[in-house]
């Protein structure tokens, strides 16, 4: 099966930074609204806010884009031949997730949620949002690469129940 690492989160969302931001991307600070009850938003403040399926958010508040993949704190791998994030939300299995998630991309039936567009300048990083990005090495298996090219993306995501027993959710990207 071709899929990266899971991570998961510790409760807020997972965001997808590009390897050229990550030194930027400071994650969940004390001064912060959300920690430290500051007066200025963070980046996890940021991720925090996106009240969609997913959607782009500036790295630092003004510098290159990550991509928030919100509503749910679930764990998530990426599927690099359907450029698509998996998200578990509910399964028996990681072979029934992934089954699951492909039959929902090959359905031209699918409604898609459309969650704007994201700009990359290529590969990227997936991770907790709280994480900083200079903490990465600390992180473990807690982060998995993204291999893509430079692009704007239009995102696209989903959560569905497939059957009885199976719920996903699936972010896709489709070059713009």
């Known amino acids: 099966m071709d899929v990266s690492d899971w991570v998961s989160s510790m409760g807020g969302p997972l965001v997808v930074v590009p390897v050229s931001a990550l030194r930027e991307w400071q994650g969940c600070t004390p001064q912060g609204r959300i920690l430290g009850g500051g007066e200025v938003a963070d980046d996890y403040d940021r991720a925090c806010a996106v009240e969609e399926l997913a959607g782009p958010v500036p790295v630092?508040?003004?510098g290159p884009?990550?991509?928030v993949l919100g509503e749910e704190p679930a764990t998530t791998c990426f599927l690099p031949e359907h450029r698509a994030f998996v998200r578990w939300?509910?399964?028996?299995?990681?072979?029934e997730l992934i089954a699951?998630?492909?039959?929902v991309l090959d359905d031209s039936a699918t409604s898609w949620v459309d969650c704007g567009t994201w700009v990359t300048d290529g590969p990227a990083m997936l991770l907790d949002s709280a994480n900083a990005g200079s903490d990465l090495d600390s992180l473990g298996p807690e982060k998995a690469a993204v291999d893509?090219?430079?692009g704007n993306w239009a995102v696209?995501?989903?959560?569905?129940?497939?059957?009885d027993e199976t719920w996903?959710?699936?972010v896709r990207l489709a070059s713009e």
Do not use: C, M, N, Y
């Open 60 to 62: 630092g508040g003004k």
């Open 65 to 67: 884009q990550a991509l």
């Open 89 to 95: 939300l509910a399964a028996d299995s990681e072979d």
């Open 100 to 103: 699951a998630a492909r039959a």
């Open 148 to 150: 893509l090219p430079a």
């Open 156 to 163: 696209r995501a989903i959560h569905t129940q497939v059957d």
């Open 168 to 170: 996903v959710g699936v």
